[in-house]
């Protein structure tokens, strides 16, 4: 066992369970989760992925937090010091630090426009607008150079502040703030969703299941979509993993994480389907969803100025927890690792990110011609990470644990030193070693012949 006594972690266990949440509920839940439901056909695509989040996603990230936990380091560190004389494990760590730094690059584009979608939304630049105009808007918004790099680079600062203020200050302080936040602004958005005319219909899309609308591309991507939503792989997790107190009980942790990412992504749809079926919308709008079709609904609700407000301020604070926890993967090496200042650290990692991520946001402006192996920037970062660095770097974890770290170190992290009962760890063992690396396998090869 390895102990860290500088390694400054959470204060309390709804401390942890909020900021891991936090890092976990972000613009997949919100943004990609409703558009890949309305692509699949609605009630059984959700329950496809309610399942693979119970059978793979909590066991993959409790396997992140008994590395974070049992190290008490940094994803680097982390295997460094749980790997003994098998050094090799480290790159590992570097793996996940250069997922993060590229999922930061261009998941800040997209969080910098719900920003500029707050401001437009309060300002009254989306109402009365056809759906033609408010497709227009979102692509000369996109396409142009200054507005989207200055909120880019807003949406950075604000992560970095809060990053410089410290795990506990910062993080878990600020996870307590925004997560009730968040829930409560979604509650508010399905109860108005919920009482225009012709909701039921949403709710029948989305909760009741047609497996004639399921193909087997929609339950891979059920698959990838239940993994990704939960942050697995790119060592998030198991940075704050090792936040978490010893005395904390990981397997309930893991799973009121688990749930409350299931939650919000079910609200989400709440709040998405019954108004795009109220107004005639098409539910299978795949990306432009959100940020063209919903800014439509809102003009055709009362008091729809208000709601779009509301609906892109909590599509921005989830944005924001998921920045949150991807800087800190980055800052957490640099401090640990190279001996930075959290302050120095945080500012070199958010310029640096803003120069590789500009060239992101450019790709849908000025950049847009500009491809590799036939993508965008932006196009080029997601495949490289979804497709391959996260799942890769998952397979291995569960490898490393699964089959080269003691298996009596494994329970005993997860017992708390033998003080808890853990009834269910074979299962979870059985599920480390072969269902979850067969299901990560399973999503590499898609991706790869997708």
């Known amino acids: 066992m390895s102990t860290n006594p500088t390694h400054r972690g959470f204060t309390s266990n709804i401390g942890a369970i909020l900021a891991a949440a936090g890092g976990a509920v972000g613009l997949g839940n919100i943004w990609r989760f409703p558009y890949m439901l309305g692509q699949n056909g609605g009630g059984a695509f959700l329950l496809v992925y309610i399942i693979f989040v119970l059978l793979i996603g909590i066991p993959l990230m409790m396997t992140e937090f008994i590395i974070g936990r049992r190290s008490q380091r940094n994803v680097v560190g982390a295997y460094r010091a749980l790997s003994g004389p098998r050094k090799g494990w480290v790159l590992l760590g570097i793996f996940g630090i250069v997922s993060a730094f590229l999922i930061y690059a261009f998941y800040s584009v997209v969080a910098g426009w719900t920003l500029n979608y707050i401001v437009m939304a309060a300002g009254g630049k989306l109402s009365g607008l056809d759906p033609a105009a408010v497709a227009q808007e979102f692509s000369f918004f996109t396409q142009g150079s200054f507005w989207p790099l200055f909120y880019q680079l807003l949406f950075l600062i604000l992560t970095g502040a809060v990053i410089t203020m410290g795990v506990q200050k910062g993080i878990e302080n600020m996870a307590k703030i925004l997560m009730p936040i968040l829930f409560l602004l979604l509650l508010l958005m399905c109860v108005r969703s919920l009482t225009l005319s012709g909701s039921h219909e949403g709710l029948r899309f989305l909760f009741e299941p047609d497996f004639s609308k399921l193909t087997g591309k929609g339950v891979l991507s059920a698959l990838g979509q239940?993994?990704?939503?939960?942050?697995?792989?790119?060592?998030?997790?198991?940075?704050?993993?090792?936040?978490?107190?010893?005395?904390?009980?990981?397997?309930?942790?893991?799973?009121?994480?688990?749930?409350?990412?299931?939650?919000?992504?079910?609200?989400?749809?709440?709040?998405?389907?019954?108004?795009?079926?109220?107004?005639?919308?098409?539910?299978?709008?795949?990306?432009?969803?959100?940020?063209?079709?919903?800014?439509?609904?809102?003009?055709?609700?009362?008091?729809?100025?208000?709601?779009?407000?509301?609906?892109?301020?909590?599509?921005?604070?989830?944005?924001?927890?998921?920045?949150?926890?991807?800087?800190?993967?980055?800052?957490?090496?640099?401090?640990?690792?190279?001996?930075?200042?959290?302050?120095?650290?945080?500012?070199?990692?958010?310029?640096?990110?803003?120069?590789?991520?500009?060239?992101?946001?450019?790709?849908?402006?000025?950049?847009?011609?500009?491809?590799?192996?036939?993508?965008?920037?932006?196009?080029?970062?997601?495949?490289?990470?979804?497709?391959?660095?996260?799942?890769?770097?998952?397979?291995?974890?569960?490898?490393?644990?699964?089959?080269?770290?003691?298996?009596?170190?494994?329970?005993?992290?997860?017992?708390?030193?033998g003080t808890l009962k853990v009834k269910a760890f074979e299962l979870y063992y059985f599920i480390l070693r072969y269902v979850a690396p067969a299901a990560l396998i399973v999503i590499i090869i898609s991706g790869i012949v997708g």
Not at 238 to 251: M, P, V
Not at 376 to 394: E, K, Q, R, V
């Open 226 to 417: 239940s993994f990704f939503s939960l942050s697995i792989g790119m060592g998030a997790m198991i940075t704050y993993g090792s936040y978490i107190r010893k005395e904390d009980r990981l397997f309930k942790t893991s799973i009121w994480i688990a749930l409350c990412d299931l939650i919000v992504a079910i609200l989400a749809g709440v709040v998405i389907f019954p108004a795009v079926f109220a107004f005639g919308m098409d539910p299978a709008s795949g990306p432009e969803l959100v940020y063209v079709v919903l800014p439509n609904v809102f003009n055709n609700m009362p008091a729809g100025a208000l709601f779009a407000v509301l609906f892109f301020l909590l599509l921005g604070i989830a944005a924001l927890t998921s920045t949150i926890s991807l800087l800190e993967i980055i800052v957490a090496f640099a401090v640990e690792e190279l001996q930075w200042k959290r302050s120095t650290a945080s500012l070199v990692s958010t310029a640096v990110v803003f120069v590789v991520g500009a060239l992101c946001t450019l790709s849908f402006g000025p950049l847009q011609n500009f491809k590799i192996v036939g993508y965008t920037i932006f196009d080029l970062f997601d495949l490289i990470t979804a497709s391959y660095l996260m799942p890769i770097g998952a397979l291995l974890m569960t490898i490393f644990l699964g089959w080269f770290y003691p298996k009596v170190e494994v329970k005993d992290e997860l017992s708390n030193h």
